[in-house]
């Protein structure tokens, strides 16, 4: 209640007889003398005020001398008369007045009336019981007339005010005229930012609206300059019920990347303005934000809407679009920015104040602008203004669109034949993006298929993604902890899902169910994310069903061009998508690999047998060798499986072995059933292979060795390694059979190659197999060692000694004159006989022998390494 009283009025004389001094509407001074003898003063005001709430209890003050604590008020219509008409019941939760003793003294009184049971304007008079024992049914008690009690509501003339949409205040000042508010259009108006310190008593109301600043979200009309200095008048109000202010501006607040529904207070006073004392809440005022929505992907085109029901969108409004990735601009920076046509399509600014009009206009329910598209990824700002668009003031950020879709001018490179991954950096990516790969000079809007010389990628991309164990306050930002690793650095983007409240709004839910940076790393499953809510206001909310993936970086796996060239790199959001939708990601330039001088060198040119080769290759100067820092590899590719067939080093062909077939799960017992021998005529070597593993790419079998950390190849050196193959008739010396691929980093760099050695046989395989006159060994003993302690074992413990054997043949297959032995000393890498050799025949008993005639030679042709006896 308020009132400011101060003068006692005089003793008319009488038994229950009152006099009453009225000046300007208040009661000036008030005697009473009752029943017994004492005289009591009331100088109450005759208005008394409380706002219309469900919560909050409405108080009154009444101020005098010798005021009883037996005192009781009581309601009555407004028209009617204290004393004769009946008391109005249920209308707060008690129906007459409590007195608080705590603040009451004989000379001020508190008088609670409770909790109102509808929260709307109303308007009654208040009645004063002093008889010491007063229901609600003892109207003849009820007999002082108190003044006007006056519930004050908040009212707009939309039924939903919006941020950004002007709008008429009226502060309803009771429920039947006259109204409790000056006629005289003295009042004032401020709307604050919601305080529970503004419910304070309307007399008591010093700390709370009295000294509450006006919101900084109040745009226009201008009005307060201080506290209590606020200059916008309200029309006249006449009856005093409804002073009412035209064309109020209200702009947006932003929480965690949203618009969301602000409630603010409203204070009035009824004169005298310049005092903190006038000013009181007369009721609260809800602005709901926009709902904004515009095209989900880059390069597509969609309506722009700005949308808000039941209030009152004007048809020339205008809108513009402004990148705003990190979610920074404010409402001046909407009255500045100037849109471009490198951020929207088919939707035109002439100047940073004339945009395109609606398309579509529906007054009620919003604007909306048709066939848009945005071309950058990210955040795209919506700015609005509805009306008077040359004032800074009228411009409003309304809340944005995000924009999925890749970052534009990415660049990748790789070798022709290799098999590549395209890490693609982006906005708001899923696994249902696509990218397709074309020539340099075609364009993603209208080219619909891939380069002939491209195969892959495979269609959903990778990305690291899992579920939600828990959010929670952490200072004035979120704690996220997920159920796995995530692999995230600061700065990185992951976008939640699922996260749901039972008690929150759709708006608080929306802050975590979007795309969040990293703030800061907490350890491999925890980190930052910066959504943060008022001490004491964050919400509980639930996980059960929430998921996260990472959402600036995807991997297109499994590319591979054949042809070298600069290809476009184009990307859509779905895979259903039709070309026009299509941004352009970035080039993929394609180069040979640095060529390896390798070569393939058969030890023996009979088609159809498995034997030994030697594969050797010359690396190059190149400085990753010494730089890498993790695990690299050396790939060997069988890429004409039907002239040359690797086999296992027992003889047997190779078969598909899932155990073995990644890199995760190279082991050496693999290289063991490949490799045969290893060598390098470097300084230190071949390196010993940490493991091995293989797989088929079609028909193309792929071996890999594994080197260990700083263990890999050396630049500049020659290595052979020694494995057993099957050549088939049809082999020559011009056909590319093998290749070897010199890997890098398996952890940084693992599909990078650094170079590739492409290799030809020294030899061309026979035309023919053996034929039934062919000479041949006897299958039992056709070659025994001689002159050792064991039957198949020599040891040599001398450079000059001599080796004998004993040679049968197939009775049927007789060795005779001109035919030649070859003796394969392994092994190969390890033998070096020189250039002179010996031999001689001892023919068996009842046999001649002839001269014989012995040269020494190598299976790779160097001249230092003779692995090789020829003996004619």
Known sequence: GGGRAAEEGEDGGGEEEEDVLVSEGFVVGSVSQISDRRLVTITSSSSHF???????????????SSLDAAYTVGLVDPGGTCGTTSLETGIFDQDTSTLDTNLSTAEMQVHALGTLQSDTAASYKLCLCTSGSCGSSDTADFSHDLGALSITAVAASVTFVYAGLAFDLTVQCGGTAP???????????????????????????TLGCGAAAETVRHMAPANCQTSVGCMHRSADPADGLTPTWQGVLIAGRAANGQHVPTAYDVCYCDGDCASPHA???????????????????????????????????????????LPDATSALRDSGCFEGEQSSNFVLGHSCSSTTSCSSPTTSTGAAG?????????????????????????????????????????????????????????????????????????????CLTEAEAADAVEGPTPSPEQASGGVTSVAALGGATLLTLDTAHGLATGQRLLLDGVTCGACSQEEEDMFNREHVVQSVVNETSLVIPVGFPDGEYPAMTVDSATWRRSDLQTYKD?????????????????????????????????????????????????????????????????????????????????????????????????????????GEADQSTCGKMLLELHSDGSLGFPMPDGCYYNQDGDVWEFYIVFGKKNGLMQSTRYEIVVNVKASVGLGTS??????????????????????????????????????????????????VNGGDDP??????????????????????????????????????????????????HAHEGSICGTVYCTSSSVTGDLWKANVLRVT
């Not at 706002?51 to 005098?64: D, E, H, K, N």
């Not at 602008?369 to 955040?379: D, I, K, Q, T, Y």
């Not at 070798?415 to 790969?437: D, F, H, K, Q």
């Not at 990601?585 to 023996?604: K, Y």
Request: aromatic share 8%.
């Open 50 to 64: 409380c706002f219309a709430s469900l919560t909050v209890a409405c108080r009154l003050q009444i101020t005098g």
């Open 179 to 205: 109204g409790g508010c000056s006629t005289a259009g003295g009042g004032r108006y401020k709307i604050a930012d919601r305080d529970p310190a503004n419910d304070a008593d309307a007399w008591n109301s």
């Open 279 to 321: 000013w009181f809440k007369v009721g609260g005022l809800n602005v709901k934000a926009a709902t904004v929505q515009g095209p989900a992907a880059v390069n597509t085109r969609d309506f722009v809407r700005v949308l808000g029901s039941q209030t009152s969108w004007s048809a020339t409004g205008v809108a513009k679009l």
């Open 367 to 443: 604007n909306s602008w048709e066939n848009v598209a945005l071309l950058v990824p990210g955040r795209a700002a919506v700015c609005y203004c509805d009306a008077s668009c040359e004032t800074r003031s009228h411009w409003f950020l309304l809340g944005w669109i995000p924009v999925a879709g890749p970052v534009a001018g990415q660049f990748w490179s790789s070798y022709t034949a290799v098999w590549a991954e395209i890490p693609l950096a982006g906005w708001l990516l899923s696994t249902s993006n696509r990218i397709r790969i074309i020539a340099e000079g075609k364009s």
């Open 559 to 663: 590319v591979r061009v054949a042809t070298a060239g600069r290809y476009l790199v184009c990307w859509r959001a779905q895979s259903a998508a039709i070309s026009a939708t299509a941004s352009e990601a970035g080039v993929l330039l394609v180069t040979d690999a640095p060529a390896m001088p390798a070569r393939l060198h058969l030890s023996t040119i009979e088609p159809e047998r498995v034997a030994p080769v030697v594969i050797s290759f010359t690396t190059g100067a190149n400085r990753r060798y010494d730089e890498a820092l993790e695990a690299m590899q050396l790939k060997i590719a069988f890429v004409a499986p039907s002239l040359v067939e690797p086999a296992l080093r027992n003889g047997s062909t190779l078969s598909a072995d899932a155990d073995h077939d990644s890199l």
């Open 735 to 784: 056909t590319e059979v093998i290749q070897i691929w010199s890997m890098d980093d398996t952890v940084n760099k693992r599909r990078d190659i650094l170079e590739i050695g492409t290799a030809s046989v020294n030899k061309a395989v026979a035309t023919s197999l053996r034929v039934a006159s062919d000479p041949a060994f006897d299958a039992a003993d056709g070659v025994t």
């Open 792 to 841: 198949d074992l020599l040891e040599i413990s001398d450079v000059a000694s001599s080796i004998r054997f004993e040679l049968k043949s197939n009775g049927s297959h007789s060795i005779g004159q001109g035919n030649i032995f070859r003796f394969f000393l392994r092994p190969f890498m390890q033998w070096n006989v020189g250039g002179a050799c010996a031999a001689t025949c």
